[in-house]
């Protein structure tokens, strides 16, 4: 422990700096909102150029005083004192002082770097790493890492108990914990990898992977802002649970413009939480289902005309079930794109048409051209086309998978007769439930077999499109000049995306990987991810084919994470058990924190589960100060939710499906022997297992849930 005196004494020292930085900033919000009332002035002048000039100049001064505003909170959280004698402080963006000396240096500034890896195996010229905790402007706390003691002055201070621990023993929020002051090197390494390419990450639980994908976006962000501003960057994650979880990192970082999106809601027509059972989710994932796809998007409209009788100029035309058939299916070779061949549909039935009319030569037959248009002008032609080439939604042909006996022809030699059965069970509830998040995938893949007419892209015309390079500081002017890409009006259903980043990548299934892939074309990515974590129960192979095939043969640069900053050591120690069971050597993270708590682990008949489990929610409430999941089995999750009604908002009822990526302060987790019947439910289990920080609870009617080595396979 320090001595109060000193602490206090190097904290009045930090205020002293922390309030020049704020009164800093004063200055610069007034001269941006003076820029930008100024921006306003200029409309007046009224030519196209001083226009143009007005748009910059307020958008800029806007997102300036928006950038001022949004960082306030903790903007200066770290000190450097190097071996040279200089001190340089880092926060959260570059701030300049009147004279353009650095006041702060940007965390994603090389600068900074040494920040998050000087260690005292490797100071990198670092003497003290000091992190500085505030509350708004006020200084509340310090605490240092005194790296090269050698090369200390005799007068320097060393405060605290080091940054990392005192961070990790706070309560979890509702949002995702903030990390930029503390993060560790190898952490750092994977954020600051090369833009190009594809930059993996893996590691264990609470290892960081989230957190490193995030701040590498905003890291991108900063180092080529016209290109990844621009082209813009999309974050893709498994639940809508979990979006909303980390989707207040970005802006605590300054970065509002990335596209952050769950795997049910990546297409824009769609915005689904409802999942399917791990079988059905498994064939829905399956690369085996693109080709029942592929058939029925070429195959018949239902209830679809099956004669076409037209009276013309007293002659009557008509066209059978046959030939109309031989008509579509000319016009719709495999490969062709129904909603983009529907003219050539029209245009032999138009040639099949004029052929009968000049056979039975009406008095008067006008040129090709004009009877074309005589027909096309009327309404029972129209009517007809409409209903035997409609224009199709992807979520119309889906739904024709409702029928079992369509269903079973399309999937006729792929599928086994059980799976179809358990598609069938599935498509059912589509119409009253909508799609379920694998479904997604499937409509997306239907859109792209159907195709549509595309409207043209609207290109952005900056003028003020400043190309930016990473800079030390003062980076408002690099975040102004890129404001006008970042007012860029993108296509509803984008897809130029300049970075993709992938959370929870081991649980996009194949089908998945070809929706997010469309969006991905022209990207770099960073796929973020745990195999072991998995909830996947199809083909292992299938998916890392799939995976590869997206991301094709871009540069890989690999990271692998290996500390779990989220769970107690005591925690982590029950799940590490459950994941041997079916990964004996599986190299695990090491949990640096301990708390002296042992998880608890209950038994409860089956009357008594629910008042159990709404006093253990009740007990949390009283242990933790932060977030309680209450994780259920995925069929189970209204039932339970119902025993905790009137708890309040700390509590949260997730299935173990929704629990992916999140974390909480206490886990209550019921009935684990759900979990457990084959090696997809164990690694749930896991994910289930390693979300706590502080308190972990098992809870169910089986007592002996916790499986035996080598009894799945
Ligand atoms: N360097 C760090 N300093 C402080 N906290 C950290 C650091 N790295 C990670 N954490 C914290 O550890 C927890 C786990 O991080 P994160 O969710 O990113 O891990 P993950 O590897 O994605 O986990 P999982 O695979 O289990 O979903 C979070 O609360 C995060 O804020």
């Not at 979006?243 to 769609?270: H, K, N, Q």
């Not at 369509?406 to 799609?435: C, K, V």
């Not at 890129?482 to 299934?509: C, I, L, M």
């Amino acid at each position: 422990m320090s001595d109060p005196t000193v602490l206090q004494q190097e904290i009045a020292l930090e205020q002293k700096h922390v309030d020049r930085v704020y009164a800093r900033l004063v200055d610069l919000r007034r001269d941006a909102s003076r820029a930008e009332k100024e921006g306003y002035q200029l409309s007046r002048v009224g030519t196209f150029g001083a226009l143009v000039e007005r748009d910059a100049m307020v958008f800029h001064a806007a997102r300036r005083r928006h950038a001022l505003d949004t960082e306030y909170e903790g903007l200066v959280f770290g000190r450097l004192d190097l071996a040279t004698g200089a001190t340089h402080y880092v926060g959260r963006m570059g701030i300049r002082d009147e004279n353009s000396a650095p006041l702060v240096v940007d965390w994603r500034a090389p600068a900074a770097a040494a920040f998050y890896r000087a260690t005292a195996a490797e100071p990198l010229g670092v003497v003290r790493r000091r992190m500085i905790q505030s509350a708004r402007e006020r200084v509340t706390g310090i605490e240092d890492d005194l790296l090269d003691p050698e090369a200390a002055p005799d007068d320097m201070r060393v405060v605290g108990d080091g940054a990392l621990l005192a961070s990790l023993s706070k309560a979890t929020g509702h949002g995702m914990r903030d990390i930029v002051a503390t993060i560790q090197r190898e952490q750092d390494e994977a954020i600051r990898s090369p833009a190009g390419g594809v930059t993996i990450v893996t590691g264990g639980p609470g290892t960081g992977k989230t957190a490193v994908a995030l701040h590498r976006a905003a890291y991108l962000l900063y180092s080529d802002r016209s290109r990844f501003a621009g082209g813009g960057i999309l974050v893709v994650g498994p639940s809508g649970v979990f979006v909303e979880y980390i989707a207040t990192v970005l802006p605590s970082l300054g970065e509002d413009t990335a596209t952050l999106r769950s795997l049910g809601s990546l297409v824009p027509a769609y915005d689904t939480t409802r999942v399917d059972s791990g079988p059905v989710a498994a064939i829905k994932g399956s690369l085996r289902i693109r080709r029942v796809l592929e058939r029925a998007s070429h195959d018949a409209v239902p209830g679809a005309p099956t004669e076409l009788r037209l009276l013309y100029r007293g002659t009557l035309l008509r066209l059978g079930a046959n030939e109309l058939e031989q008509i579509r299916r000319k016009a719709l070779p495999r490969g062709a794109r129904r909603n983009e061949v529907r003219s050539h549909g029209f245009d032999r039935l138009f040639d099949a048409l004029w052929a009968q009319a000049r056979q039975s030569k009406p008095a008067g037959l006008p040129e090709k051209r004009e009877f074309e248009a005589e027909l096309a002008d009327r309404n029972d032609f129209r009517e007809f086309l409409k209903a035997w080439w409609p224009r199709f939604t992807p979520l119309r042909v889906l739904r024709w998978l409702a029928d079992p006996a369509r269903l079973r022809n399309y999937a006729n030699g792929l599928l086994s007769r059980e799976e179809i059965g358990l598609l069938e069970g599935s498509f059912a509830l589509l119409d009253e439930q909508g799609p379920t998040i694998a479904d997604v995938a499937l409509l997306d893949e239907l859109d792209e077999l159907m195709g549509r007419p595309r409207k043209p892209q609207q290109k952005s015309k900056n003028p003020f499109h400043v190309r930016d390079g990473v800079q030390e500081v003062s980076t408002f002017s690099d975040r102004q000049a890129a404001a006008r890409s970042q007012n860029v009006q993108r296509d509803e259903d984008y897809r130029d995306y300049a970075h993709v980043v992938v959370d929870e990548a081991q649980d996009v299934t194949p089908m998945q990987w070809r929706m997010i892939g469309r969006r991905g074309q022209y990207a770099s990515w960073t796929i973020v991810g745990d195999p072991a974590q998995t909830a996947w129960s199809g083909d292992l192979e299938e998916l890392d084919r799939a995976r590869e095939r997206a991301l094709g043969s871009r540069r890989r640069n690999t990271y692998a994470l290996t500390t779990n900053y989220r769970n107690s050591s005591e925690i982590f120690e029950v799940a590490a058990r459950v994941i041997r069971t079916i990964m004996p050597d599986l190299p695990l993270p090491s949990a640096v924190r301990s708390t002296g708590v042992e998880p608890v682990d209950l038994v409860a008949t089956a009357a008594g589960l629910p008042g159990l489990v709404r006093e253990l929610a009740e007990k949390q409430l009283t242990d933790v100060d932060g977030t309680i999941g209450v994780i259920t089995p995925v069929p189970r999750q209204e039932e339970i939710a119902g025993w905790l009604t009137g708890l309040p908002e700390r509590v949260q009822v997730v299935t173990a499906l929704e629990a992916k990526g999140m974390e909480y302060d206490a886990v209550v987790l019921v009935e684990p022997a759900a979990l457990t019947k084959d090696a997809a439910g164990i690694r749930t289990l896991y994910v289930a297992l390693s979300r706590a920080t502080q308190r972990l609870t098992t809870v169910g009617t089986d007592a002996n849930w916790m499986p035996a080595t080598g009894s799945v396979s």
